[in-house]
């Protein structure tokens, strides 16, 4: 499942790197489109976070049922 | 948490936690999906927390007079940490793609800019809630959350 969804990331970061409106975004590294490139920077940052804490959570309750 | 996070640095991490942090080179390939960088770190954490169920470790930890939410803080957070030193250890191979060695665009992928370390940071995010929900959930199952099978093909 894990790796099954990091396929599907690549592939939607190749995707995204070819679709006609966001490429620019992603295929330059100068400071154009420099909003939108700090958007995607600290939305990552923030669902990335808020995604780990979701998983100490779920993780921890998961833990504390189960029995060694 | 200190003490269970450095037990988990000394005792649980394994080699290719530390082996893979140097495949941020792979940011140099041109034409290449640079995500697979990072795919490799999740790779790590498998080998880390299936290392620690054939060596007994959560039989051991839960010997320890911490709760077992601790536990499973610790290793949270020495994967996070994992995780950022992956990043870290890009930036400067994300720098030298972007100015001297930048001939042409990646035409299999973003190229590192700050857009792709978001979904960098978003890539691990969802790694963690998918891969430690379902770890916890029956830790000495592990080998079947994430097949060895996908990352050979990689």
Same mark, same amino acid.
Do not use: W
């Given at each position: 499942?894990?790796?099954?969804?990091?396929?599907?990331? @690549?592939?939607?970061?190749v995707?995204?790197s070819?679709?006609? @409106?966001? !490429?620019? @975004?992603f295929l330059?590294?100068?400071?154009?489109?420099?909003?939108?490139?700090? @958007?995607?920077?600290?939305?990552?940052?923030?669902?990335?976070?808020?995604?780990?804490?979701?998983?100490?959570? !779920?993780?921890?309750?998961?833990?504390? !049922?189960?029995?060694? | 948490?200190?003490?269970? #996070?450095?037990? /988990?640095?000394?005792?649980?991490?394994?080699?290719?936690?530390?082996?893979?942090?140097?495949?941020?080179?792979?940011?140099?390939i041109p034409n290449y999906p640079y995500?697979?960088?990072?795919?490799?770190?999740?790779?790590?954490?498998?080998?880390?927390?299936?290392?620690?169920? /054939?060596?007994?470790?959560?039989?051991? +930890?839960?010997?320890?007079?911490?709760?077992?939410?601790?536990? #499973?803080?610790?290793?949270?957070?020495? #994967?996070?940490?994992? /995780?950022?030193?992956?990043?870290?250890?890009?930036?400067?191979?994300?720098?030298?793609r972007?100015?001297?060695?930048? #001939?042409s665009a990646n035409q299999a992928g973003s190229m590192p800019?700050?857009?792709?370390? &978001?979904?960098?940071?978003?890539?691990? &995010?969802?790694?963690?809630?998918?891969?430690?929900?379902?770890?916890?959930? +029956?830790?000495?199952?592990?080998?079947?959350?994430?097949?060895?099978?996908?990352? +050979?093909?990689?």
């Amino acid at each position: 499942m894990s790796s099954a969804l990091g396929f599907l990331i @690549v592939a939607i970061d190749v995707v995204l790197s070819h679709a006609p @409106v966001v !490429k620019d @975004v992603f295929l330059t590294t100068d400071g154009i489109h420099l909003a939108a490139k700090l @958007v995607i920077l600290f939305a990552g940052i923030i669902f990335g976070a808020g995604l780990t804490a979701l998983s100490y959570k !779920k993780g921890a309750n998961s833990f504390e !049922k189960y029995d060694l | 948490m200190k003490n269970l #996070v450095y037990k /988990e640095f000394r005792l649980a991490a394994h080699p290719t936690n530390y082996i893979f942090l140097s495949l941020a080179f792979m940011l140099l390939i041109p034409n290449y999906p640079y995500l697979v960088s990072f795919f490799y770190t999740t790779l790590g954490i498998f080998f880390m927390c299936l290392s620690s169920r /054939e060596n007994h470790d959560l039989d051991y +930890s839960l010997n320890l007079p911490v709760r077992k939410r601790d536990l #499973v803080g610790a290793r949270i957070l020495t #994967v996070c940490i994992f /995780e950022l030193l992956t990043i870290v250890a890009t930036i400067p191979f994300a720098v030298l793609r972007c100015t001297i060695l930048n #001939v042409s665009a990646n035409q299999a992928g973003s190229m590192p800019s700050l857009a792709f370390y &978001g979904i960098a940071f978003l890539y691990f &995010g969802i790694f963690n809630l998918t891969f430690f929900t379902a770890y916890y959930k +029956s830790p000495k199952k592990s080998a079947g959350i994430l097949p060895c099978r996908a990352h +050979s093909d990689f």
